[in-house]
């Protein structure tokens, strides 16, 4: 039986949180009472929010590497996502921990986003440390807090270790912990204490030969792919001769030209790793996330990280609308296809299909909000392209069809309860839980088809005034719960090219709600409003008033037309229909009929009207 031992002078610990639960700001304080600055030297906030779009949302979307050292044991920190739909990057984050902090807002709770991560965390064996963080809140109830953070671990199978935990309490803004509430702390060595001697060292095998499970890539304009990972076993040094052993086995030659560990948020170049420690290797370009780097000699893979499968699937196409080319420096099919492909390789919960045409491909991901986020990255670095609303993937087992649903948690006020429960059952979803806290605000949880929350998170927030909150997270498959309408409202379609004018626009206003700002470009088939009812109408946004040597008896009234709400990727993402398209540039977002010519799309309609009869 092979001896392990610990690396005594290495810890690997993820963090853990919900959204907006004040992971970041935390990993912040650590950074600076760890000594990694100094004291008179200017930091960005949110040091771990590398990405434009993490620092707009406020919320973490890709998994991070750091490091710490404290009484000289070098604390290596995984900054995991709170969000469910980027389960890709929980999972593979992971696989480099030996520990979790699990971080909890004293008000809010546990949060359906926290139970998903931490069910990971839980598979992976991993201790936990619970740090209930801004106890300085108003409503901060942390004694009812940490029953439901019991009660979480249990329901989650958590083993008696498990439940053993260290529970410290934080304000993160200020950067301060204690091991209890009576005693309020006045910096963080508790935490790296707790680190320290809760979190054992990273094991191993000192007999084994060198493993290294790749699970993130990174990239270097010098050196080409960065291959990082934990040192499962063994020690590797910069001029060692090794091979990568990829999906089914085969082995591909690897010669170090970069051997790298983190130093706080940087890379520092080293001449060996040893086991446990996270290391960022350079040297083979082909490699990929799940692959496992050994010696030579005695190459032995481990066993590739596993994600959920998809659930969510959007159809990438060229634009061919015609304003298509003015705006993309990427629009060509070949260019959009490559550069989902470098997707894939760095983020193993997506998954590309061939569609039925040659200028389609079908990108499938773990929900609309990831494939959001890849749209918008995408239009930021100069691609044009198009895409379809967002389709479940359907599962058949045993001649049943079977579909992905999602535990949701709304919060909201109580006088908005009706509203909401009406509107989800509408959309097939069941009520199993309801809590009234007697203070005006209730909480629900219900059981709900993924699809169901397709384009319904912005009508939450107008029922709720802005005031709700809604959560979710994948509930594995159930039985098909039927057909429910998307849309109840059609689309304003222009009928023709041209430049929008205000005239037409005001005449257009009692029709419903436009998207259109005056002077803007317009073509046929592209949508330029919501219509107050069920079917589609095509208007003429160029209309302009006709003029006459009559001269009018009183002054003409000008033209004052309603604001318009900015088009935002997620609502144009949930607002067009399976016949529609979402044309997305770096500087538009246009939607439109898949369909563009008006005349071809009645003759449509009129034969699947004809047929249904």
């Given at each position: 039986?092979?001896?392990?031992?610990?690396?005594?002078?290495?810890?690997?610990?993820?963090?853990?949180?919900?959204?907006?639960?004040?992971?970041?700001?935390?990993?912040?304080?650590?950074?600076?009472?760890?000594?990694?600055f100094?004291?008179?030297?200017?930091?960005?906030?949110?040091?771990?929010?590398?990405?434009?779009l993490?620092?707009?949302?406020?919320?973490?979307?890709?998994?991070?590497?750091?490091?710490?050292?404290?009484?000289?044991v070098?604390?290596?920190?995984?900054?995991?996502?709170?969000?469910?739909?980027?389960?890709?990057?929980?999972?593979?984050?992971?696989?480099?921990?030996?520990?979790?902090?699990?971080l909890?807002?004293?008000?809010?709770?546990?949060?359906?986003?926290?139970?998903?991560?931490?069910?990971?965390?839980?598979?992976?064996?991993?201790?936990?440390?619970?740090?209930?963080?801004?106890?300085?809140?108003?409503?901060?109830?942390?004694?009812?807090?940490?029953?439901?953070?019991?009660?979480?671990?249990?329901?989650?199978?958590?083993?008696?270790e498990?439940?053993?935990?260290?529970?410290?309490?934080?304000?993160?803004?200020?950067?301060?912990?204690?091991?209890?509430?009576?005693?309020?702390?006045?910096?963080?060595?508790?935490?790296?204490?707790?680190?320290?001697?809760?979190?054992?060292?990273?094991?191993?095998?000192?007999?084994?030969?060198?493993?290294?499970?790749?699970?993130?890539?990174?990239?270097?304009?010098?050196?080409?792919?960065?291959?990082?990972?934990?040192?499962?076993?063994?020690?590797?040094?910069?001029?060692?001769?090794?091979?990568?052993?990829?999906e089914?086995?085969?082995?591909?030659?690897l010669?170090?030209?970069?051997?790298?560990?983190y130093?706080?948020?940087?890379?520092?170049d080293?001449?060996?790793?040893?086991?446990?420690?996270?290391?960022v290797?350079?040297?083979?370009?082909?490699?990929?996330?799940?692959?496992?780097?050994c010696?030579?000699?005695?190459?032995?893979?481990?066993?590739?990280i596993?994600?959920?499968?998809?659930?969510?699937?959007?159809?990438?196409?060229?634009?061919?609308?015609?304003?298509?080319?003015?705006?993309?420096k990427?629009?060509?099919?070949?260019?959009?296809?490559?550069?989902?492909?470098?997707?894939?390789?760095?983020?193993?919960?997506?998954?590309?299909?061939?569609?039925?045409?040659?200028?389609?491909?079908?990108?499938?991901?773990?929900?609309?909000?990831?494939?959001?986020?890849?749209?918008?990255t995408?239009?930021?670095?100069?691609?044009?392209?198009?895409?379809?609303?967002?389709?479940?993937?359907?599962?058949?087992?045993?001649?049943?069809?079977?579909?992905p649903?999602?535990?949701?948690?709304?919060?909201?006020?109580?006088q908005?309860?009706?509203?909401?429960?009406?509107?989800?059952?509408?959309r097939?979803?069941?009520?199993t839980?309801?809590?009234?806290?007697?203070?005006?605000?209730?909480r629900?949880?219900?059981?709900?088809?993924?699809?169901?929350?397709?384009?319904?998170?912005?009508?939450?927030?107008?029922?709720?005034?802005?005031?709700?909150?809604?959560?979710?997270?994948?509930?594995?498959?159930?039985?098909?719960?039927?057909?429910?309408?998307?849309?109840?409202?059609?689309?304003?379609?222009?009928?023709?090219?041209g430049?929008?004018?205000?005239?037409?626009?005001?005449?257009?206003?009692?029709?419903?709600?436009l998207?259109?700002?005056?002077?803007?470009?317009?073509?046929?088939?592209?949508?330029?409003?919501?219509?107050?009812?069920?079917?589609?109408?095509?208007?003429?946004?160029?209309?302009?008033?006709?003029?006459?040597?009559?001269?009018?008896?009183?002054?003409?009234?000008?033209?004052?037309?309603?604001?318009?709400r900015?088009?935002?990727?997620e609502?144009?993402?949930?607002?067009?229909?399976?016949?529609?398209?979402?044309?997305?540039?770096?500087?538009?977002l246009?939607?439109?009929?898949t369909?563009?010519?008006?005349?071809?799309?009645?003759?449509?309609?009129?034969?699947?009207r004809?047929?249904?009869?």
């Amino acid at each position: 039986m092979p001896q392990t031992v610990r690396n005594d002078r290495l810890r690997n610990i993820a963090i853990i949180a919900h959204v907006d639960h004040g992971k970041t700001t935390l990993v912040d304080a650590m950074f600076r009472q760890s000594g990694l600055f100094r004291d008179d030297q200017e930091t960005d906030d949110r040091l771990m929010d590398s990405m434009d779009l993490e620092r707009e949302r406020g919320i973490t979307i890709a998994a991070k590497n750091c490091s710490v050292m404290w009484n000289g044991v070098r604390i290596n920190i995984i900054d995991t996502p709170g969000h469910a739909d980027f389960g890709g990057e929980v999972e593979r984050a992971l696989s480099m921990a030996d520990g979790a902090i699990l971080l909890v807002d004293a008000s809010e709770g546990p949060l359906p986003q926290t139970r998903f991560v931490l069910s990971k965390a839980l598979d992976a064996n991993l201790p936990i440390i619970v740090v209930m963080n801004k106890i300085d809140r108003h409503d901060a109830r942390p004694d009812e807090v940490l029953d439901e953070i019991y009660d979480l671990l249990i329901d989650l199978g958590a083993s008696e270790e498990q439940l053993e935990f260290q529970l410290l309490y934080a304000i993160g803004r200020d950067g301060v912990a204690s091991p209890s509430l009576e005693e309020p702390g006045t910096d963080l060595h508790c935490l790296f204490d707790a680190i320290v001697d809760q979190i054992p060292g990273p094991a191993y095998d000192p007999e084994a030969p060198l493993q290294m499970l790749v699970s993130d890539l990174g990239y270097s304009d010098f050196v080409g792919r960065l291959a990082v990972g934990k040192i499962a076993n063994g020690t590797v040094r910069i001029k060692d001769n090794l091979v990568c052993v990829g999906e089914g086995g085969v082995e591909t030659p690897l010669r170090i030209s970069k051997l790298q560990v983190y130093e706080g948020m940087q890379l520092r170049d080293v001449e060996a790793v040893e086991a446990g420690d996270i290391a960022v290797i350079a040297g083979l370009d082909t490699i990929r996330i799940g692959d496992t780097i050994c010696h030579q000699v005695d190459p032995q893979p481990l066993p590739r990280i596993t994600v959920d499968k998809p659930t969510v699937a959007m159809k990438f196409t060229v634009n061919d609308s015609p304003l298509s080319g003015r705006e993309g420096k990427y629009v060509q099919f070949s260019r959009i296809r490559e550069r989902l492909e470098k997707e894939v390789l760095a983020n193993v919960a997506i998954a590309l299909e061939d569609a039925e045409t040659r200028d389609t491909i079908l990108v499938k991901g773990r929900g609309e909000f990831q494939l959001s986020i890849l749209i918008e990255t995408m239009r930021r670095e100069g691609y044009e392209f198009s895409v379809g609303r967002p389709e479940v993937i359907f599962v058949y087992e045993n001649g049943q069809q079977l579909e992905p649903l999602e535990r949701l948690l709304v919060d909201c006020e109580e006088q908005f309860m009706g509203v909401v429960t009406e509107k989800l059952s509408l959309r097939k979803g069941k009520m199993t839980n309801l809590v009234n806290n007697g203070q005006g605000r209730v909480r629900i949880e219900f059981s709900i088809p993924a699809r169901g929350l397709i384009g319904y998170r912005d009508e939450f927030l107008t029922d709720t005034r802005g005031s709700g909150l809604l959560h979710s997270r994948f509930d594995g498959y159930g039985p098909y719960r039927g057909a429910f309408p998307s849309r109840y409202t059609g689309s304003i379609v222009s009928d023709r090219a041209g430049t929008a004018v205000p005239y037409a626009l005001f005449n257009l206003e009692p029709r419903g709600q436009l998207f259109l700002q005056p002077g803007e470009p317009v073509y046929e088939g592209m949508i330029v409003g919501e219509h107050n009812r069920g079917q589609d109408i095509d208007v003429n946004p160029c209309k302009e008033k006709k003029l006459t040597n009559v001269r009018a008896s009183g002054k003409d009234e000008s033209v004052t037309l309603t604001p318009v709400r900015p088009l935002s990727l997620e609502l144009a993402i949930s607002f067009i229909r399976e016949d529609e398209l979402l044309e997305v540039t770096p500087e538009s977002l246009r939607m439109r009929k898949t369909e563009l010519s008006s005349q071809k799309r009645h003759t449509q309609w009129a034969r699947q009207r004809k047929n249904d009869s």
